[in-house]
């Protein structure tokens, strides 16, 4: 396929949603699948909503996912966002409308909105289609204090055909479709009419957005077709829904990007599951960039929705933190522990060690922030307690084993893995006491809990002087 050209178009009114960015993801996919473009654009003629503040945020979730484009918008030194904006291009808009109205295509509709509102109750009342009436068309002369629309003239015969490519060809009657406004009173393009105009002057050959555009698309067919272009390929992508079923919405859980980074997770982890998110490659789970852009194409999206499952997502991130470089999860983990203020700028940690307590972390942690949760104990002069554990495990018969333990552990040299469990079942082995007798109260003087990694790996990375304390610090909770 040559001379691929796609685009993302959101609404600069907010956060980047999960059901937009699988619209960039697939986009981008798929102009990376044919070596074709990928273009940013953003659609903010909405002047009450959008944000510069807005653009950027869509702008730092794409990068953060890693997807590039080659043609965009960029943020100045300043804040700004420059390019590729609508507001940007409003002659380019005032221009093709005007061709559309000298060739008798659009006319200017004078109607004020009670008038309209009147019509449309009396059409429904009469059980005809709510549309405009055409009372201004072929209208010669202005109305006197009011600024009026423009309208394109729809044709009312016949069918427009939609040739998706997801979901085959879709038929709507044209006589159900109504003149719709292209330029409001205010100057500003509707729509449905500035995105023909932005797909026809980006040379955009295929439009690959979410199926509520479904509607929209024959009326932006005859625009297209009004202004002597072929409209571009489409594919409607099905929405997304909740596990209930129901459209995704916050009651599902969180549904922006930026949410889903606070909550730690992996950037690969959540491309990948939204790459899967309506689209498969056989049963195959588990790909990774390079492998989504070979086989990413459009004969493999579903015409069914797409059920979101934050298991399978944790479960991915899970898989994605257990492969990643320990090095950049330690990078990872400081920024958060940074931001809560347990990690102060310039007084990091040994990037050795860190390393190492990522690495004992990896295996429990299904998110960067459990995993900055389960660093705490190693990172802070003190910790809490869950009074269950506590009353469970440090009870005056395991004092002995702990008194003892303390004291030998001052002495161990190396203090490595190997050498700490060869102390334990020194310890234990004499008493005929299970080794669980001893390490789950010491993981509970040390992490104030009963769930960690393995005991040993712990005191190797909490080190001796901090194990012995901790331990010291159960002993006397024990004798008070």
Not at 8 to 26: E, M, Q, W
Not at 174 to 192: A, E, H, K
Not at 433 to 456: D, Y
Not at 463 to 480: F, H, L
Request: proline content about 5%; aromatic content about 8%.
């Amino acid at each position: 396929m040559s001379n691929v050209r796609v685009r993302f178009a959101p609404s600069p009114t907010g956060a980047l949603h999960i059901g937009g960015v699988r619209t960039a993801l697939f986009n981008w996919l798929f102009a990376r699948h044919h070596k074709g473009t990928f273009i940013l654009r953003i659609e903010d003629t909405d002047q009450q909503r959008s944000t510069d503040e807005s653009i950027r945020i869509i702008i730092d979730g794409m990068k953060w996912l890693g997807m590039d484009w080659e043609e965009g918008p960029t943020v100045q030194a300043d804040g700004t966002v420059k390019g590729f904006r609508q507001t940007e291009r409003m002659d380019i808009y005032r221009e093709y409308a005007d061709r559309l109205l000298k060739e008798g295509k659009a006319y200017y509709c004078y109607c004020s909105p009670e008038e309209l509102d009147s019509r449309r109750k009396a059409a429904m009342a009469a059980g005809k289609p709510p549309k405009y009436d055409r009372t201004c068309f072929g209208r010669k002369e202005p109305v006197s204090g009011r600024t009026p629309v423009l309208r394109f003239h729809s044709i009312d015969e016949g069918q427009t055909i939609v040739r998706d490519t997801i979901r085959g060809a879709v038929t709507f009657e044209n006589q159900q479709l109504d003149d719709l406004i292209i330029m409001r009173s205010d100057g500003f393009p509707t729509y449905n009419f500035a995105v023909v105009v932005d797909d026809v002057t980006m040379k955009i050959s295929h439009v690959i957005r979410g199926d509520d555009h479904l509607n929209n698309t024959p009326r932006q067919i005859q625009i297209y077709r009004a202004l002597g272009f072929e409209p571009p390929e489409f594919a409607h992508l099905p929405m997304i829904l909740g596990s209930d079923k129901t459209k995704l919405s916050k009651r599902h859980g969180a549904t922006a990007v930026t949410e889903y980074k606070d909550l730690g997770y992996l950037p690969e982890a959540l491309m990948n599951y939204l790459a899967r998110l309506g689209w498969s490659h056989g049963d195959q789970e588990v790909f990774s960039i390079a492998e989504l852009i070979e086989k990413f194409t459009l004969d493999n999206i579903g015409k069914a929705p797409a059920v979101f499952n934050p298991e399978k997502l944790v479960w991915l991130n899970h898989h994605y933190i257990q492969q990643s470089d320990p090095e950049r999860l330690s990078g990872l983990v400081l920024d958060l522990l940074k931001k809560d203020g347990v990690v102060q700028e310039g007084k990091e940690p040994d990037a050795t060690w860190m390393n190492k307590l990522v690495k004992i972390l990896t295996e429990r942690s299904h998110t960067l922030v459990e995993m900055k949760t389960s660093s705490l104990p190693f990172l802070q002069d003190s910790i809490t307690m869950d009074e269950k554990a506590r009353a469970k495990h440090l009870t005056p018969d395991v004092k002995p084993l702990l008194e003892e333990l303390a004291g030998k552990l001052k002495s161990l040299e190396p203090c490595s893995h190997d050498a700490i469990e060869k102390l334990f079942n020194d310890i234990v082995t004499p008493k005929g006491v299970k080794l669980g007798k001893l390490a789950q109260p010491v993981r509970v003087a040390l992490t104030g809990g009963t769930v960690s990694p393995g005991i040993f790996d712990v005191i190797e990375v909490m080190g001796k002087d901090r194990t012995v304390d901790r331990i010291n610090a159960a002993i006397k909770m024990i004798s008070t």
